[in-house]
C-alpha cells in the first residue's frame, strides 16, 4: 500500500511498533502538548516510558485519541469525549462504521460533522482503502438514492461539494514526480466527476502523475492537449453510455493515438470496443492495481 508515512517513521517509531509523541501527533492532528494535557487530565492515553523517558505510544491509545475527536465532532466537551473513549472497545475504528457517520453526517446536511467524518476517515485508514471502503461506495449509495428520488438533487449537491472539496485537496501536487503520466477528463456533457477524481487519487497511490482536465472536456480540445503530454494512458470517465457515443468518432481517433480507458456507469465492453479503448473494472482500486505503475509508497 501507499503510505507518505515511510520516510517519517525512521526516526519516529521506535522497535516493536510504539510511536513517540511526534509521529503521533502528525497522525491524529493534535500537538503534543494538547496530547500530554490529555493524558494528565483525562487518562486518555498511557504511554510507555524509555530509560531516557520518551513516551511511546500504542495502537490503543492512537485508536482512544481518534475516537474523542470523533466525538467531540459531534458536540461533547473534551471531558465528556475523553470518557467515550476510554470506554469504547479496544478495537479499530472500522470501514463500516466510518462510512456510517460520514452517511449520516451528510443526510442531516451537517457541513462541520462531515468533515470530521473525513478527518477521522482519512487519518484512521490509508488513502487507498479510505477510498475504496468509504467514499467509492457512499458515492454510488447516493448515485442510487438520487435515481430512486430517495435523495434530493439540494442533498446531493451538498455531499458532492463536501466530497468533492476533500477530494480536490487530496489532489494538490499530484502531477508531479518522475512517474508515468495519466491524462483524466469526462466527456463533453458528463458533470459528474468525483468517481474519476478519485480514481486518480489511486493512480497516484501507485506512482503515476495525473493531469486532469475534469467535467465535460472536449475530446476534439483533449486530442490536441495530448500531443503535448504523451501520456501513458487517458482515460474517460462517464455515467451516462450517451456521452461516449456522442462523442464516438473523436474518442475513436484519439484512441488510434494513444492508450484509452473507459471507465463509470455509462461504460461497457462493448462500448470500449467500439471505441478501440479499454474498459476498466468497475472497482476503481482494482482498476488502479491493474495499470500498475509503481510501487506504494
Known sequence: MFSFRTASRV???SEGGRLRIGELSRRVGVSPELLRAWETRYGLVNPERTAGGLRLYSELDERRVLEMLRQMATGLSAAEAARVALDAPAE???AERLLQDLDAALTALDEPGAQAA???TFRSLDTESALGQVVLPLLRALGERWATTQTGVGQEHFAS???GGRLRA???GWGSGNGPRAVL????GEQHELGLISFGLLLRQRGWRIDYFGAETPTVD???LVSDLSPEIVVL???????FLDGADEISALSARVRLAIGGAGASEAVARSLGAELLANDLVAAARALGGGESS
Open 237 to 243: 470517465g462517464a455515467t451516462r453510455v450517451e456521452r
Open 170 to 172: 487530496l489532489a494538490r
Open 161 to 163: 461539494n463536501v466530497i
Open 222 to 224: 483533449l486530442s490536441a
Open 11 to 13: 526516526s519516529t517509531v
Open 118 to 120: 473525513l478527518d477521522l
Open 185 to 188: 477528463a469526462c466527456p463533453s
Open 92 to 94: 479499530a475504528i472500522s
